[in-house]
């Protein structure tokens, strides 16, 4: 099975969450879901799990401001 990942969502892979827009992290949130259910290592599966979560207070905290 490929890689659920587009382009938009791949281009994102090595970015800092502090460094994204408002529109990349939520495309970011929905690229974490994707990969949460693709991948079948626990570790592969935690470590989408706390971007996500990392993106999700990010986009708290810019709209709180």
Do not use: H, Y
Not at 13 to 38: F, Y
Not at 40 to 50: E, L, V, Y
């Amino acid at each position: 099975m490929s890689n659920p990942l587009n382009k938009q969502e791949e281009k994102l892979r090595g970015k800092k969450i502090s460094n994204m827009t408002l529109d990349e992290l939520n495309v970011w949130i929905n690229a974490c879901d994707k990969m949460e259910n693709w991948v079948n290592a626990n570790k592969a599966r935690r470590s989408w799990t706390t971007s996500r979560s990392e993106a999700i207070n990010e986009v708290k905290k810019r709209l709180q401001k």
